[in-house]
């Protein structure tokens, strides 16, 4: 059996386990970069692209998804993509482009290079996740904001279990760099970070070799 598959059964039953002891899990690190993908021909459809702002705050915190942190990311100048219909926000994401930022599910320090910024938490209401909001992210915005902060290419990671996410990811022409193997015990996590080589170096940059079997413990 694959290693991937394995761990993915090993954490759905683990999660089984009350109070959820033990977990394991795998991100995969993606980069994109703005001039990698040509999504023209996208449909209007009444959806509105723009930059968030603290004004959106009611109107995001109705999409259910960590509204009690919402406020943070904008008091911390993050950035903020909101997809509208009418006046209502229908998807978001978030961006960083600050040397690291913790990851907050397992305390993971992302080192944010210099010419990317991270981006994480895009969320899309599942009625309107067959059109192309995501996307429209890529195509309507993120080109603006990493021309405007000078920076070249975006940093993600997506869990090995989210098979749908890494789908749309690889779509838009985001490429695997690197695996991050995480345990957490009681709250305390242990992470090993490994490059990946990359087929295309053409798009994807090459990972220092001295990142390869990076250790981190919280």
Same mark, same amino acid.
């Given at each position: 059996?694959? $290693? @991937?598959?394995?761990?993915?059964l090993l954490q759905k039953v683990l999660r089984r386990i009350p109070f959820g002891p033990l977990?394991? !899990? =795998?991100?995969? =690190?993606?980069?994109?970069?703005?001039?990698?993908?040509? +999504?023209?021909?996208?449909?209007?459809?009444?959806?509105?692209?723009?930059?968030? $702002?603290?004004?959106?705050?009611?109107?995001? &915190?109705?999409c259910g998804n960590f509204p009690e942190r919402l406020s943070e990311r904008f008091a911390a100048?993050?950035?903020?993509?909101?997809?509208?219909?009418?006046?209502?926000?229908?998807?978001?994401?978030?961006?960083?482009?600050?040397? &690291? %930022?913790?990851?907050?599910?397992?305390?993971?320090?992302?080192?944010?290079?210099?010419?990317?910024?991270? @981006? *994480?938490?895009?969320?899309?209401?599942?009625?309107?996740?067959?059109?192309?909001?995501?996307?429209?992210?890529? $195509?309507?915005?993120?080109?603006?904001?990493?021309?405007?902060?000078?920076?070249? %290419? #975006?940093?993600?990671?997506?869990? +090995?279990? !989210? /098979?749908? &996410?890494?789908?749309?990811?690889?779509?838009? !022409?985001?490429?695997?760099?690197?695996?991050? *193997?995480?345990?957490?015990?009681?709250?305390? /996590?242990?992470?090993?970070?490994?490059? #990946?080589?990359?087929?295309?170096?053409?798009?994807?940059?090459?990972?220092?070799?001295?990142?390869? @079997?990076?250790? +981190?413990? %919280?």
């Open positions: 059996m694959k $290693t @991937g598959p394995a761990l993915v977990d394991v !899990n =795998c991100l995969h =690190c993606l980069e994109y970069f703005a001039d990698s993908c040509d +999504q023209g021909g996208l449909r209007d459809q009444g959806i509105l692209i723009r930059a968030g $702002t603290p004004d959106d705050l009611p109107r995001m &915190s109705e100048q993050e950035h903020c993509v909101v997809a509208m219909i009418g006046d209502r926000v229908i998807g978001y994401q978030w961006f960083c482009d600050k040397p &690291s %930022r913790i990851e907050e599910r397992y305390g993971y320090t992302v080192e944010i290079p210099s010419d990317a910024i991270y @981006g *994480y938490d895009a969320f899309v209401l599942p009625e309107y996740r067959r059109a192309k909001v995501w996307t429209r992210f890529h $195509t309507f915005y993120l080109k603006d904001l990493l021309t405007h902060l000078r920076r070249r %290419r #975006v940093i993600v990671m997506v869990d +090995q279990g !989210n /098979s749908i &996410s890494m789908i749309a990811h690889l779509r838009v !022409n985001y490429c695997l760099y690197r695996k991050i *193997y995480i345990a957490k015990l009681f709250g305390k /996590s242990v992470w090993i970070s490994k490059a #990946v080589e990359r087929k295309d170096k053409g798009i994807c940059s090459v990972a220092p070799p001295d990142a390869i @079997g990076a250790v +981190q413990i %919280r």
